[in-house]
């Protein structure tokens, strides 16, 4: 490999977008705080990197494979999408009843349009030219090239993004949970 620099950049991505609160910690924690278990908090983990690795892969197999991309077809499947996914919840809508808190399933799909909304993959691009489409040897790793490079990338880019989002969401949750107990010993 001739430069660490891209899989650096891969990593820091991964972790310092996960700060955002509209990436993902906020739900995890709020599984935790809700259920005032830190380990639920730890399983919303899972449909969040499903959903955001799954929006990651689009763009890292795209530039791996050397696609391009039509803004106006990605913006009227984006459209679609949100479009179904408001029917669907406007379909089921009780007046009378709160909803319950989504599901995994519901986690996933939302990390992945979030992911995709705010274009999680595409700020991969730059690192990923030099690692998918450059000419060093880690590219002669296997018979696939780019692709595995690509895929690799996204791993360290989940993992990165799971460490950060764990360590906010727990974090949280531990200090709702001084909070209580302080509150219970001052009464």
Do not use: Y
């Amino acid at each position: 490999m001739t430069s660490i620099w891209p899989w650096v950049a891969v990593a820091g991505l991964g972790g310092l977008h996960r700060l955002n609160p509209a990436t993902g910690w906020m739900f995890a924690a709020a599984w935790g705080v809700r259920s005032r278990d830190r380990a639920q908090a730890l399983r919303a983990l899972m449909p969040i990197a499903v959903g955001h690795a799954a929006s990651i892969a689009v763009v890292a197999a795209a530039v791996a494979l050397g696609v391009s991309m039509d803004r106006g077809v990605l913006q009227a499947a984006a459209c679609g999408l949100l479009v179904v996914a408001a029917l669907l919840h406007l379909s089921r809508r009780k007046a009378q009843r709160a909803r319950a808190p989504a599901g995994h399933a519901g986690l996933a799909l939302w990390s992945f349009m979030m992911s995709t909304a705010h274009g999680a993959g595409l700020m991969l691009v730059p690192a990923l030219i030099p690692l998918c489409i450059g000419d060093g040897p880690a590219r002669e790793i296997t018979a696939s090239g780019s692709l595995a490079l690509a895929l690799a990338a996204i791993g360290v880019h989940t993992a990165a993004m799971l460490a950060v989002t764990g360590a906010v969401a727990t974090g949280i949750c531990r200090g709702v949970d001084a909070l209580a107990r302080l509150r219970a010993a001052s009464r």
